[in-house]
């Protein structure tokens, strides 16, 4: 593994880019940890079931920058690898995907500088998620340094399902049999179905439930 410093971003070492990377992740994760328990105190409900995040390891980071004809230097990770950092929040419903990334997106202290509804367009293998790559200010002691993070929306059912679909893809190298694509994509249909189902059955428990209330 090759990864050579450089001055890019006044960072000049891979473990004062672990350093930076770590507090983002630290900084929005309890973003959203105070988001979830300020929605329930108002709403008496939590849109986040819970929250993965993970620093992507040095040999991912070269082999992506040597798969897209990059040298691996610091400078060019941080120039060209979005999700160094990475979160991933899952909730219950689909609805909670898109009230999640407004909440996101209307913190003064976080810029979005791209968005993938894979949600209303999913991938031709099935995927479903909601990505975000946004810029947190990370504070040291002598400056400021604004980093990448990217975050992925998903339900619950997404989840399980893109990771078996991760699995799969690592075993066989991209490569997997066609009928087991094929089955990729049926169990998407199928969990976008049950979604879908579990989002109608709890919007009628909610109205029952604002019913017995009046």
Known sequence: MELREGNG??????????????AALKMITTKMEILNDEFQHVHRYNPIEHIKA???TPESIVKKLKRDGHESTIDNMIKYINDIAGIRVICSFTSDIYRIADMISEQRDIRVIAVKDYITFPKSSGYKSYHMIVTVPVYLSDRTVDTKVEIQ?????????????????YKFEGDAPEHIRNELVECAKMVSDLDARMLKLNEELIAIANERML
């Open 9 to 22: 971003e006044g960072i000049d070492s891979w473990k004062e880019v672990t350093l930076i990377y770590k």
């Open 54 to 56: 993970r620093i992507k």
């Open 153 to 169: 929306i998903r339900t619950v059912a997404m989840d399980f399902w893109a990771s078996l679909e991760h699995k799969i893809h």
